[in-house]
C-alpha cells in the first residue's frame, strides 16, 4: 500500500473533517455568546474555512496520488483525469463550490452582512453542501450519489459536526469566560445542552444504519481493521456522551447558580470532551479510507 493511500489521504481526510466540524460548531453557538466572542466566532469562521479549503486540496491530491499511483511529472494529468472522469472527482468539484460558498460568506463582504444573511444564505447551505460532497466521496457513495446510504450519511456528518464542533469552539473560547456574566455561561451551557440533546441521538441512529449498511453483508465482518477501528470509534464516542451527562447533570446545575466551582468544572470537562470528540473525528476519517470487510 502506498504512503498516499496509507497515511497521508487519511490525515488530509481527518483534516477535512475536523475544519467541517468547527464551521457547523460555529454555526450553532453563535447566538449563545457575548457580542465580542460573537466577533471571535466570525474570524475562527474565516480561519477554519481557509483550513478547510487547504485540506480539501490536500486530501484530494492524496486520494489521486492513491488512485492512480502516479509520481510527481504525472501528478497535474492524473488530477486532471480524475477531476474529469471519476465520480470521486465529480464530488469533489461540489465540495469545491461549497467551499467557495462558504468562502463567500465569511470574506470581506460578509463582515458587513447582517448576521442571517451572512449565516442563512450563505454559510449554512454552503456546510450542508460540503456535508453532501464529503459523505459521498466515503464508501456510502457505492450505493450511488442519490441514494439513501449518501443522504444518511450527510446527516451523520452534520450531526456529529454539530457535536464535536460546537463542543470544539466552546473549548476555544474558555480563556474568556471570566469576562462573562452568570447569565451569559448559562446561555452557553444550555445551548450545548439543547444542540446535544438533538446532534447525538442522531448521531447514534444515523451510525447504526452506516454500521449495518458496510458490515451487514461481510461473512466475516469482526476480525478486520475496519471493525477494529469503528469499535475503537464506539467506545471514545461513549466516553464522550459520559463526559457530556456529566457536565450537564452536574457542573450544569452548579453553573446556573453562578459557582465559580461549577464554571470551572464544567469548563475543565468539556475541555476533555473536546479532546476526545477530535479523536473520534480522526477515527472516523481512518474509517472512510479504509477497505471494507469482506
Known sequence: MSVAAQ???PLSAAWVDTALAGGIGTAVIRGAVPPPVAASLFRYSRWIIALLGIGLAAYFSASTVAMTDTDAAGFPG???LVLTRSDYGAMVW???AAWIILAAAVGP???????????????IPGLIAFSYARAATGHAADDGFFSAAVLVHTIHILSAGAWAGSVGICALSIPTWHTWSTRQRGALAHRL?????IAVPTVVATGLVNAVRTLGPSAHPWDTTYTKILATKVALAVVAVALGSWDRWSWMKRLDKGEDAGARGFRSVLIVEAIVLVAVLILAARLG???LPR
Open 7 to 9: 497515511w497521508l489521504q
Open 94 to 96: 461540489v465540495a469545491l
Open 289 to 291: 479510507t479504509t477497505m
Open 193 to 197: 445542552s439543547k444542540m446535544a440533546t
Open 78 to 80: 492524473a488530477a486532471w
Open 109 to 123: 463582504r460578509a463582515a458587513r452582512a447582517t448576521p442571517r444573511s451572512r449565516y442563512g444564505l450563505l454559510y
